[in-house]
C-alpha cells in the first residue's frame, strides 16, 4: 500500500494549476468534485431518528460493535432480565435453549413482563412499549427492582431492535399472552393465547439479525453454556437448566442438556476455576455479607496458589447485579483495599509489619484467582455494555464488607496467615529487584562496565579458563594475589560473613556493598535479567579459612548462589576450595591436612614409626606463605576441589534444608539442632 503524502502548494503554484488543495483533498477522501455545489445547510438536512432506527444504525453505540462478543451481549441482555427476577426472589428456574438456525431462547418462572394497555401509550400493551421503545422499562427505581443489571431501559429493546425474530411470550394471572416482532416492528398486536394455570413468567426466543451480524456469524455452544453457568454460580437459590441441539455441539464437552445449581456460590464458582492447583493455604478465604433487609450484598472468594493461571499469574473476575464486570471498577477496588490493608494490619501484630510495608495489592492478588459479586441499588456503569463499575460507595461497601471476616481468618490460623504473608512479601521482592534490574539494564546500556575496586582482576579478556577466587578478608586475599596466575585468575576478598539472603529482604539485599561487589564483578545481572554467557569467568571458587567460620562463610556464600544466581550452580560453574587446616613435617618431609581425620590419618601412614613430628595449624588463610597457598589450593596441576551441585531430582528436600538452615525462622533450626544432636561426637571449640 503506498503512503500518500500531503503537500502545501505555495500561491503561485495554485494558480497555476488552478486547482485547490481542498479540491485534492476532496478527491483523496472520494467525495465527488461539484463545480458550484450547493453550501445550503437547512433544517431539511436533519435527520430524527425514531424508535429503535438508532440501534440499528449505530448498534455500536448500544453492545460495543458487530462482531462476536456484541452478539453474545444480545444473550447477556435477555439472561440479565430473567436473573434479575431470580435476584428479587420472584424467580427461582430459567432455561436457556440454543436451537439449529442461530435461534436462543430463555424463560423464567417470574412475575412476567406487564401485558396491561401502558397509561402514557393507552394503544400500546406494556410489553409492546418495552420492546419497542428505548429507555423504558421498570428499573429506573427501586419500587419494583431493588437491585438489577437493567438500569437505562434499553437492553431488551435492543436486542429485539438487532433481531431478525423475536418472539415474546408471557404467562401472567393464569393466562398465555404472546407477540411477534421483526427487526424491531411488531407483526401485530400482543395476543391472548388462552389459559395457562400452571405457567407463569416470561420466555424470550430471539434470532440475531443477519444484515447486522453477518450470515456466518452465529452463537458459540460453549461460550453461550458457560455464561448460563455463571449466572448460577451467583444467585445462588436459582436453577438454571441449560438445552443444546445435539448437532450443534457435536465434537466437544458441551452437554446436550445440564442444570446449574451451586448453593456454595462464589466459594463454587472458585473451586472449579481452580481445579487440581497448588494453593497457598489449604482453605480459601470466602464469605457473604447482607445488608438489613435483603436489598444489596456482597459476595467474595479468593484463593492464591504459585503456580499460575495459563498466561496469567493471577485473574480477578467481578459482577455487579450478575453483570460480568470485565474491566473491573470501584467493587473490585475495596476488595484489593480491604485484602491489602488486612495483610498489612496482621504483619504489624505478627512482628513483620517493616518487611510489610512494601506490599501492595499487586502483590497481594498477583498470583490469586479472586471474585467479587455486588448486589446494590441503582449502580453507575461506564457505558451500556457495562464493563466497569463506576458507583464509588461500592469501594467503601466492599471495603467495610470483606475487612472484617478477613481479619478473622487471619488471625484463625495463624500457620496459614503466616505463609500466605511471607508468599506476598517474597512477591513484593521479586517486584521490586525486577524494577532494580531494569533501571540496572538502563544504566548499563550508557555506561562502561565498573568493576569493583578491591578487584584483583587477571589479564585474560575472555572467560575460558578463568577463575575468579572468593577469599575471606584482606589478609587472605593479600596472600591469594601473590599466589595466583595473573594470567587467569582473579581475587575478590569479601569483608568478613556476607548478607544470609535466606533471610534478608530484597532492599537489604541490594544495599549490600559485598553483595553489590560481588554482583559487579562477575558481570552478571540476577534474576529474570541473569545471562550466563555475560558471566566473566570460567570457574567461580568460595576459597574460606578451613574452620568453622569458614565453613559459615562457605554455607553464606552458596546460600548466596542458590538463592540468587543458581544456574552458576546448574551449569556446574561454581566450586569450593579445600585448603588445608595443618602441616605436618619430620626431617625434611611435609604434607597438608586438609581437617583433623585427614592429619590422624598422616600420622598413621605417612609418618608412623619414630620421631617427633611437627604439626602446625594455620589460623586462616592470611597466615599462610604464598607458595604454599598455592601448592595445596590455587595451582590446578595439584589442588583439590569440591564441585558444588543441586539434586534436580530432590528439590523441595533440598528447599527445605536451605529454608530451614538458613531462612528466617530460628525455631527450625532450633528443631533441627535438636534432631541431630546425638549425631555429634565431639565439639571443636
Request: aromatic share 6%; hydrophobic share 40%.
Amino acid at each position: 500500500m503506498k503512503a500518500r503524502t500531503w503537500v502545501v502548494s505555495n500561491v503561485s503554484s495554485q494558480k497555476k494549476s488552478g486547482k485547490s488543495n481542498l479540491e485534492d483533498a476532496a478527491a483523496l477522501f472520494g467525495e465527488p468534485k461539484k463545480k458550484n455545489a450547493p453550501t445550503a445547510y437547512t433544517a431539511e438536512d436533519i435527520e430524527v431518528l425514531e424508535g429503535l432506527e438508532p440501534v440499528r444504525k449505530r448498534p455500536g453505540m448500544y453492545i460495543g460493535g458487530t462482531g462476536s462478543a456484541a452478539l453474545h451481549h444480545l444473550f447477556a441482555e435477555v439472561l440479565d432480565n430473567a436473573m434479575d427476577e431470580a435476584v428479587a426472589k420472584y424467580a427461582d428456574r430459567i432455561e436457556v435453549t440454543l436451537e439449529a438456525g442461530n435461534l436462543l431462547t430463555v424463560s423464567d418462572n417470574g412475575r412476567g413482563i406487564p401485558v396491561d394497555p401502558h397509561p402514557k401509550f393507552k394503544d400500546k400493551s406494556a410489553l409492546e412499549v418495552i420492546m419497542t421503545t428505548l429507555h423504558a422499562g421498570g428499573k429506573f427505581s427501586s419500587k419494583v427492582y431493588q437491585t438489577s443489571g437493567g438500569l437505562h431501559g434499553v437492553g431488551v429493546s435492543v436486542v429485539n431492535a438487532l433481531s431478525a425474530r423475536l418472539d415474546v411470550e408471557v404467562a401472567r394471572n393464569k393466562k398465555l399472552y404472546a407477540q411477534s416482532f421483526s427487526r424491531g416492528l411488531p407483526l401485530g398486536p400482543l395476543e391472548e393465547k388462552g389459559a395457562a394455570p400452571n405457567r407463569r413468567g416470561t420466555l424470550v426466543r430471539f434470532s440475531p439479525d443477519p444484515e447486522i451480524f453477518g450470515d456466518k456469524l452465529d452463537f458459540s455452544p460453549i461460550r453461550v453454556f458457560r455464561m448460563a453457568r455463571a449466572k448460577a454460580y451467583l444467585q445462588r437459590g436459582v436453577r438454571i437448566r441449560w438445552r443444546c441441539d445435539a448437532a450443534l455441539v457435536a465434537g466437544t464437552d458441551v452437554p446436550t442438556e445440564a442444570e446449574f445449581h451451586f448453593p456454595g456460590g462464589l466459594g463454587d464458582f472458585l473451586k472449579e476455576r481452580m481445579g487440581t492447583k497448588t494453593t497457598i493455604t489449604p482453605e480459601q478465604f470466602q464469605g457473604r455479607v447482607e445488608k438489613e433487609g435483603g436489598h444489596g450484598s456482597v459476595e467474595w472468594a479468593v484463593s492464591w496458589t504459585p503456580q499460575g493461571f495459563g498466561e496469567a499469574d493471577g485473574f480477578t473476575r467481578s459482577y455487579c447485579n450478575t453483570v460480568p464486570t470485565i474491566e473491573g471498577g470501584t467493587h473490585v477496588a475495596g476488595l484489593r483495599a480491604a485484602l491489602t490493608k488486612g495483610l498489612k494490619a496482621y504483619a504489624e501484630t505478627a512482628g513483620m509489619g517493616k518487611k510489610a510495608t512494601q506490599i501492595t495489592a499487586d502483590d497481594v492478588l498477583s498470583t490469586a484467582g479472586a471474585m467479587v459479586s455486588v448486589f446494590i441499588t441503582e449502580p453507575e456503569f461506564q457505558g451500556q455494555t457495562k464493563e466497569k463499575l463506576a458507583s464509588p460507595a461500592a469501594t467503601r461497601a466492599v471495603e467495610s464488607a470483606v475487612r472484617d471476616p478477613f481479619d478473622h481468618w487471619l488471625a484463625g490460623a495463624p500457620k496459614e496467615a503466616a505463609k500466605l504473608l511471607e508468599w506476598v512479601i517474597s512477591r513484593a521482592e521479586d517486584r521490586l529487584r525486577r524494577r532494580r534490574e531494569k533501571e540496572v539494564s538502563r544504566k548499563s546500556a550508557t555506561r562502561k562496565l565498573r568493576l569493583p575496586g578491591k578487584l584483583a582482576d587477571c589479564s585474560r579478556s575472555g572467560a575460558k579458563d578463568t577463575e575468579i577466587f572468593l577469599v575471606e578478608g584482606d589478609s587472605a586475599g593479600g596472600s591469594a594475589k601473590q599466589a595466583r596466575n595473573r594470567k587467569t585468575q582473579a581475587i575478590l576478598p569479601l569483608k568478613g560473613k556476607i548478607l544470609n539472603v535466606a533471610s534478608s529482604t530484597a532492599e537489604k539485599i541490594a544495599a549490600n556493598q559485598e553483595i553489590r561487589d560481588l554482583t559487579q564483578a562477575l558481570g552478571v545481572q540476577p534474576g529474570n535479567s541473569f545471562d550466563l554467557d555475560n558471566l566473566r569467568y570460567e570457574r567461580v571458587i568460595i576459597m574460606t579459612d578451613a574452620d568453622v567460620d569458614g565453613d559459615h562463610i562457605a554455607a553464606l556464600l552458596i546460600t548466596y548462589f542458590y538463592k540468587i544466581m543458581p544456574q552458576i550452580i546448574t551449569a556446574g560453574r561454581l566450586y569450593l576450595a579445600l585448603p588445608p587446616l595443618y602441616r605436618l613435617s619430620r626431617g625434611g618431609k611435609s604434607a597438608y591436612a586438609r581437617d583433623d581425620a585427614h592429619r590422624e590419618e598422616l600420622l598413621a601412614t605417612e609418618f608412623a614409626g619414630r620421631g617427633k613430628v611437627d604439626v602446625s595449624r594455620f589460623k586462616g588463610l592470611g597466615e599462610m606463605m604464598p607458595a604454599q597457598l598455592k601448592e595445596t589450593t590455587m595451582d590446578p596441576a595439584k589442588r583439590t576441589m569440591a564441585r558444588i551441585s543441586i539434586d534436580e531430582n530432590n528439590m523441595p528436600t533440598t528447599e527445605a534444608l536451605v529454608e530451614t538452615l538458613m531462612g528466617k525462622k530460628a525455631e527450625l533450626r532450633f528443631a533441627f539442632i535438636q534432631e541431630h544432636a546425638k549425631f555429634v561426637n565431639e565439639l571443636d571449640v
